[in-house]
């Protein structure tokens, strides 16, 4: 048996369900653990009843590796008869869920096998794996091993099994753990913490969670090892490319990649259900708020006819071939604004249109369904969602709402999460109705109810649009970080602000021999009160306010946690950053500018009232 002790800690109050709670994560969410695998596919799941004479886990994972392996997934896998020469009396189970086990219900069987695939991140440098666990209720263990002997770098190279005596959890080995140091550091270091973590702090939580029903990744794509393979060869055929020639201003590696993992998820959604419905037929599409319209060509490269509609071009279009449609356009919630031949709507990210899109599948047609990924919280006439339920996020009192919307309009709706680079990654799809389609024009009646409720506009049953509030925006982005305000404006805000900085008289030590009237600190919300309102009133019109015009007058103020002072000069070649701005992670710039400030006058030498405190050799910017 598994005599080594690689590491031992007593755990009060741990139990046997939390135990394998916790190495269940290992067991079924890998990547949590080691970044470079992407997730794990279940292939097998037995249940086992054991003989008298006991079961020898070790000897039985060591022969169950040993024996050859048939075609991949193949129903002979060696598991069920190498169990059956241990007195095994062993049954597959289908849709095991080790979070939903009833513990006090598992004493007609002893235990379980469940032969998991590890798959990783990069399927050009790593090849998937299969890993054997075998979950024991009689030894309180469960125990794993993988089947594939390669230096595959992902898993350790020996059978281990982590156990649970008297409140004391171990990780134990077969094999002496020096023998390979470098797995053994992984299981004291790595998982045994986890387990740790998982057990003390999250264990009891996620078992509420659980039974509530908890999202789980990719929960509607039946084959995780395919959606892994087919989202690599996407990557490689678009997205390496597409980071190269990235001409937007936003960051290619998450936007592209998370456009590619999307088109990925929807690719195989849509042919699982042509395989379901029998038909060769490839489904349409139309992205509303499409953005930089990167899911669009890819959906359009994989053979899908579609259209993609935003309020702003993008740079990226023209680079886009022929075949890739984008359109240059607002959506006005309306009758003018159906779909009628269109299979699929997305919405990715559509910000004010988000809760619109069950809505225009809906109206669109019988047979429209929808695809919608929120970002942004708003309502049917344009407004922010304001939360109705303070004990969760916005976010997540958006989903339901949203989900709310979905089943007025009389859809089955599922939810799922994305694998993607973003906190924001919870899906609804709505692709069955819960009606007939002679009540088609009776749902279109109750839907426009509902949005009326929602609304406070007076809308005629004549109008055409859905909503009398709703206004798109603008399709020129205005910018609004204070830069576009008069420059009297902002130079008589600026000396209001200096003169009540340098009224509290403190001569800067920095400057030995030399009186330099550093001034005081002040809070914001003091220093707003000393503005007159009509200049208030343009800072509100540019968002950021008087924080950040001061952020943009760098040169004179020092911005830190709400007060503002004046920044101390400092002699060409140090850095201006005081120690406080140093003690901060400096943001890193994408493109970072090199400017020449000696071009840029010193705006200390003629404001204030005792100058620079260097000549001009020494002072960064010019003297006049």
């Not at 994972?61 to 997934?73: A, N, R, Y």
């Amino acid at each position: 048996m598994f005599n080594k002790i690689i590491i031992s800690q007593q755990v009060p109050g741990i139990n046997l369900e939390y135990l394998f709670r916790a190495a269940g994560i290992y067991l079924y969410k890998p990547h949590v653990v080691n970044r470079k695998l992407f997730g794990a596919s279940n292939l097998h799941t037995f249940s086992y009843n054991q003989s008298d004479r006991g079961l020898d886990i070790e000897k039985l994972l060591q022969e169950i590796k040993d024996e050859p392996v048939g075609p991949e997934k193949a129903e002979n896998f060696p598991i069920k008869h190498v169990c059956e020469r241990y007195d095994l009396h062993v049954q597959k189970v289908e849709d095991f869920d080790l979070n939903r086990l009833k513990f006090n219900e598992q004493r007609h069987r002893s235990g379980y096998v469940v032969l998991n695939r590890f798959l990783p991140r990069n399927l050009t440098v790593f090849n998937p794996l299969d890993v054997l666990a075998i979950i024991d209720f009689e030894s309180q263990s469960m125990s794993f091993v993988c089947l594939q002997d390669v230096e595959n770098n992902l898993t350790p190279k020996f059978a281990f099994s982590i156990q649970l005596e008297d409140h004391n959890l171990s990780i134990k080995s077969s094999d002496d753990p020096k023998q390979d140091e470098k797995s053994s550091i992984w299981l004291k270091d790595v998982l045994f913490q986890r387990l740790l973590k998982w057990i003390d702090n999250n264990v009891q939580e996620a078992t509420k969670s659980s039974s509530k029903g908890e999202i789980v990744s990719l929960s509607l794509i039946n084959d995780l090892e395919q959606y892994n393979r087919f989202y690599s060869e996407l990557k490689a055929k678009y997205g390496t490319e597409m980071v190269r020639i990235w001409p937007e201003t936003t960051d290619p590696k998450k936007y592209v990649y998370e456009d590619v993992a999307i088109a990925t998820y929807m690719l195989l959604l849509w042919k699982q259900e042509r395989e379901e419905s029998g038909s060769d037929r490839l489904q349409s599409f139309v992205d509303i708020g499409c953005g930089n319209g990167l899911l669009v060509y890819i959906l359009a490269s994989e053979g899908h006819d579609g259209l993609g509609i935003d309020l702003r071009k993008r740079k990226i279009w023209d680079l886009f071939p022929a075949n890739v449609k984008l359109r240059e356009q607002s959506i006005v919630p309306s009758d003018d604004a159906l779909f009628p031949e269109i299979d699929w709507i997305i919405g990715n990210h559509s910000d004010e249109l988000s809760p619109w899109i069950p809505v225009l599948a809906a109206r669109s047609a019988y047979r429209c369904r929808f695809f919608l990924l929120p970002c942004c919280a708003f309502e049917f006439d344009g407004t922010k969602f304001q939360r109705q339920n303070s004990s969760v996020s916005q976010y997540n009192d958006f989903l339901r709402y949203v989900g709310e919307i979905s089943e007025v309009c009389g859809f089955e709706t599922a939810v799922d999460r994305l694998k993607i680079p973003s906190t924001k990654r919870t899906c609804l799809v709505g692709s069955t109705r819960t009606y007939r389609e002679e009540q088609f024009e009776e749902y279109c009646s109750r839907i426009q109810s509902f949005i009326d409720s929602r609304t406070s506009g007076a809308r005629k049953e004549s109008d055409a649009n859905w909503s009398e509030g709703f206004r798109p925006r603008d399709s020129v982005e205005k910018v609004r970080n204070c830069t576009k305000i008069e420059r009297s404006i902002i130079d008589d805000i600026v000396r209001i602000v200096f003169d009540a900085l340098i009224a509290k008289k403190r001569m800067a030590s920095e400057f030995p021999g030399r009186n330099w009237n550093a001034g005081g600190r002040i809070g914001i919300g003091d220093l707003i009160k000393l503005i007159p309102q009509d200049k208030l009133n343009s800072l509100k019109s540019e968002c950021g306010g008087l924080q950040t015009l001061l952020k943009n007058n760098y040169q004179i103020f020092q911005v830190l946690e709400g007060s503002v002072q004046l920044r101390i000069p400092t002699r060409e070649g140090q850095s201006s950053r005081s120690s406080e701005e140093l003690k901060r992670k400096p943001k890193k710039q994408k493109n970072p500018r090199i400017v020449n400030l000696k071009e840029k006058p010193c705006w200390f030498y003629g404001n204030h009232p005792d100058g620079c405190p260097f000549e001009e050799e020494e002072c960064k910017f010019k003297h006049p």
